[in-house]
């Protein structure tokens, strides 16, 4: 490699080291530009929640929800389509890397949390107990 090329590469890296910092340090206000001002009240208020803050309120640490948060989340969509034949709503929330992503809410009444967290061998200890 020539140096032009060495630092062409040198710059890219350097541009897309500074992008990610800027989309973590952004992250928070871009995920409540995406969802509006009345999701973000719902979510905020508790009138919708994610998997994650529904295994925290049944007492899961949060290595447990970093570990199970994700697997939990297909299994309650799941049954969530297998009660009322729509898939949950989807909202944008900030991820454990501090990028934004999608993820699925549900009334903190919905059945298919139940459903969803007794039927995971790995959470269902939360319901249980």
Do not use: C, F
């Not at 790995?122 to 249980?128: D, I, S």
């Amino acid at each position: 490699m020539n140096r032009l090329t060495t630092l062409a590469a040198a710059a890219i890296e350097i541009a897309t080291i500074a992008s990610k910092a800027l989309m973590r340090r952004l992250a928070s206000e871009i995920v409540a530009r995406r969802n509006g001002p009345t999701l973000t009240a719902a979510i905020h208020n508790g009138d919708l929640v994610t998997i994650g803050a529904h295994l925290t309120t049944l007492g899961a640490d949060t290595d447990t929800v970093r570990r199970y948060g994700s697997t939990l989340g297909k299994k309650v969509k799941a049954a969530h389509l297998a009660l009322t034949g729509r898939t949950p709503m989807q909202v944008w929330t900030v991820g454990p890397h501090g990028y934004p992503i999608q993820v699925s809410v549900y009334s903190p009444a919905d059945p298919s949390l139940t459903e969803g967290v007794t039927g995971y061998d790995r959470t269902a200890h939360l319901v249980n107990a």
